[in-house]
Every structure is written in C-alpha cells, then in structure tokens.
C-alpha cells in the first residue's frame, strides 16, 4: 500500500511543479510581450512627432500669412476633413497602446500636447469656416473681403432676425477676441440695419394704407419720408413690393404712378442714396397742382 501512494504523490508533485513551470513561462512570456508593445509605442510616438510636424504646417496653410486670424479664401471643407483624418489617426496616448503612461519616455506627454492643441485648432478653424458660410448664407452674394469688411452687401428676402441672431450666438460661444471676429459683427450688422429698414417700412406701410385704401395719417410728408426710405432698399424683391405699396399711396394722394426712377437711387456703402431735397421737389410740383 505504501508504495502506491508514493508513487501517486511523486506523481502530483510533477505535476504541481509543471504547473509551476507554465505559469512562470507565461509570466514570463507575457512581460516580454508588454516590454515590446513599451518599445514599439515610444518608436512610433517619436515618428509621429514628424507627422505632427507636417500637419502643423498643413493647419497654417488654410490661413492668411500663416497667422491663425483669416482663412484663406479658398478654404475648403474637404481639406480640413481630411487633416482631421489625419490627425485622428495619429496614436500618442498609453490607451492607444494598451500600456501604463508611466512606461511612456518623457517627449511622449509633450507630443500628446501637440496632437491637442492641433484638434482644438482643426476645431477653430472649421467654426470659423461654417460661420463664414452662414454669414454668407445672409447675402444674395457671397462677401467679397473678410478682412476688410464692405458695406456693399445686400440680404436674402428670407433673411430674419432669428438666423442673424443664432450666428452672433455662435461666435459668443467661440469666445474669440480678433480681428476676424469684428468683421464678421460687422457683417452681421450690415444685414441687421438692412433688415430693420425692411421692417419699419412694412410698419410705415401698414399705417398709411389699410386694405387697398389709404388712412388718415397719409399724407405729403409721410408719403415722401416712405419713398426716401424705400429707396435705400437693397433687395430686390422687397423693393419691387414696397414700390408697388407706394404706387397705391401715390395715385390715391393725386400725385400718380411712381416710376421706378422715383424710387430706385445708387446704393452707397452706407445704405443712403435717395436724395430727399430732390424727391421734395418732384412730388412738390404735383401737390401744387
């Protein structure tokens, strides 16, 4: 009996003690494979710093004279999707590595810095392109300068406070304070007074006439305050419809139609060009007669 059970636990002992020799081999071979996947990650971190390198220098190039101010004119939306690909796919963290950060060499944090400050800067740039395009998207032509803003503009019949409004929204929330940011306050304040114009002189209208007919507060003075106003109308079709209003107003004061002439004058930077001395003297000669 005695030798049996010898023989059993030897048996159990070579056991245990080739359980003991996987497990150290596994061990073994499982930090071998982790101070590769350490190596490989500072290798590929330290090549990644030239592809930084050269994305920087893709970034400045959507701007003007390299300064992150004003995009280039012929930014596209494609090209900046296509460094953010890029830059997406550069790997710089631990994570991405399946290994502990404190394992990384040191240039590792300074290098993941770099890829963040390049993402915020993909990000500013593509704000700055939709607002742009929205800005844009007030205008029945596209704005001619961003850096030197023009007064030559002229809004969207459809243009409403609320889309101007959601655009000054938008740049609040970049919270920027540049040059570029102005500008484009200055555009929406182009639109803005545009707007306002059309909207007060749809009240004025509504005041003097009431269902075809006019109403006791038409008058000479009122009727030319209403041409002059209507004159510096930039839209198109919100002047035609305001002439239209107009010629009502005129051939039931007396003083006929009103031709285009009347009430069409050159658009000037400043939104002004009806001459109102002239027009007196115009609609003057009618009332007199």
């Not at 938008?170 to 707007?195: C, G, R, V």
């Amino acid at each position: 009996m005695g030798r049996p059970l010898a023989k059993g636990l030897a048996v159990v002992a070579v056991g245990i003690g080739a359980l003991g020799i996987s497990y150290i081999g596994y061990r073994t071979d499982k930090t071998h494979q982790y101070e590769q996947r350490v190596q490989y990650a500072n290798s590929t971190i330290a090549k990644e710093q030239e592809q930084l390198a050269d994305i920087t220098k893709t970034i400045d190039s959507f701007y003007q004279e390299g300064q992150v101010v004003f995009l280039r004119d012929d930014l596209e939306e494609t090209e900046l999707a296509a460094v953010r690909g890029k830059l997406e796919s550069v790997k710089v963290t631990a994570e991405a590595f399946q290994v502990q950060a404190d394992d990384l060499d040191k240039e590792a944090e300074t290098i993941q810095e770099t890829k963040e400050t390049l993402m915020k800067k993909i990000d500013l740039t593509e704000d700055k392109l939709t607002i742009q395009e929205k800005t844009n998207s007030l205008f029945e032509s596209a704005v001619k300068s961003w850096q030197d803003p023009v007064n030559d503009v002229v809004i969207k019949a459809e243009t409403s406070d609320e889309t101007i409004g959601e655009i000054r929204e938008d740049l609040k929330l970049m919270m920027l304070d540049d040059p570029w940011q102005k500008n484009i306050t200055e555009y929406l304040d182009f639109a803005n007074a545009q707007l306002t114009r059309i909207k007060d002189i749809q009240t004025t209208i509504d005041s003097l006439l009431k269902d075809g007919q006019i109403t006791d507060q038409a008058n000479y003075e009122s009727f030319i305050a209403l041409a002059e106003s209507i004159s510096q109308v930039r839209n198109t079709v919100k002047k035609a419809e305001f002439t239209s209003s107009l010629n009502t107003i005129s051939e039931q004061l007396g003083y006929g139609s009103v031709s285009s002439n009347d009430s069409e004058s050159e658009e000037t930077s400043s939104d002004e060009g009806y001459d109102e001395d002239t027009a007196t003297e115009e609609y003057a000669e009618d009332d007199e007669g």
